[in-house]
């Protein structure tokens, strides 16, 4: 006989509930919940300075929350700073880009993870085995799909999208728990775009959950499990691409709809509704 009991629902990866972050007298995280669960692309989406930047980071150790409360596999945790996160498997692209531009694009994927040469040339004289970062490089690069010529060149050598690969292609090699990514295709053409969101795909087939903060509807649409809708600060709703129209999305994105408990939308601001073109769902 077929169990009738409700699905279980898996233990989320990375949750939190009422953080809150205030600088002066702006409220950037205004009491905001999360959840990421095993296996999925989570979108989160919003206005501009709905604070979806502020919460990443909140969650990452950029910043340190006032209030709330972040778990980790189940287990309450406190990052002390993003170093903290990356060893906890938490790799993270920031929207204001983390590359050292100057380093060449193997030393790059390194950063803080250096290979040090063998015997004392790397134990005392601290001397990095750079072929060896290069040719780890390379099979990561290979792996995912990227191409990007020489590994050896400066990244300030390259474009504002490939610097993004980088970024990008560094988080998917050493995550393990989380993969987070603020904007990624932001700056990127079509075809890079596409390769990222194949990158995403690689990665969620890893078995690495990805969070994926995007002004794309259509990059969201195509990609995301699910979507957390972000405005004002904190969670406005969570819910399902299959089950909203884009325009709907939007609508409660800006405040035009709101999501009510049994899943259903109200007309919060007619006005806006009937502009977004979404009516009473
Ligand atoms: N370091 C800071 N100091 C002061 N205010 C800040 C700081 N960081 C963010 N804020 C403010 O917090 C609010 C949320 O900003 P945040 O960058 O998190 O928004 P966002 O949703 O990521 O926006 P965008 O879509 O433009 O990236 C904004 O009002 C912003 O001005
Ligand atoms: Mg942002």
Redesign the pocket.
């Given at each position: 006989m077929k169990d009738s009991a409700p699905e279980k629902k898996p233990e989320p990866v990375l949750s939190a509930r009422g953080l809150v972050k205030r600088?002066?007298h702006?409220t950037?995280i205004d009491g905001a919940d999360f959840e990421l669960l095993p296996g999925e692309v989570l979108a989160v989406i919003?206005?501009?300075?709905?604070?979806?930047?502020?919460?990443i980071k909140a969650l990452t150790g950029a910043l340190v929350p006032d209030a709330g409360e972040i778990r980790l596999h189940g287990e309450p945790i406190r990052f002390s700073g993003p170093l903290e996160a990356r060893r906890h498997g938490i790799e993270t692209v920031y929207?204001d880009l983390a590359v050292a531009p100057s380093m060449d694009i193997a030393a790059n994927m390194f950063l803080g993870r250096e290979i040090r040469r063998a015997g004392p040339l790397g134990t005392v004289f601290r001397m990095l085995d750079k072929k060896a970062m290069r040719r780890e490089s390379a099979d990561y690069m290979a792996a995912l799909q990227i191409r990007l010529g020489s590994l050896g060149q400066a990244v300030e050598t390259l474009s504002g999208g490939q610097r993004q690969a980088v970024a990008v292609a560094r988080a998917a090699a050493w995550a393990r728990s989380v993969v987070v990514m603020?904007?990624p295709t932001a700056a990127l053409g079509v075809k890079e775009s596409a390769q990222v969101l194949d990158l995403i795909r690689r990665v969620r087939d890893k078995g690495i959950p990805v969070i994926l903060?995007s002004?794309n509807m259509p990059h969201v649409f195509e990609i995301a499990d699910r979507i957390h809708v972000?405005r004002l600060?904190r969670r406005e709703a969570l819910i399902k691409p299959a089950d909203y129209s884009m325009a709907e999305v939007v609508a409660i994105m800006t405040g035009a709809l709101s999501v009510t408990a049994d899943g259903g939308t109200v007309v919060s601001d007619d006005e806006a509704a009937s502009a977004a073109g979404v009516r009473r769902g």
């Open positions: 600088y002066g702006v950037a919003g206005d501009n300075g709905a604070g979806k930047t502020s919460l929207q603020d904007e903060i002004h972000h600060g």
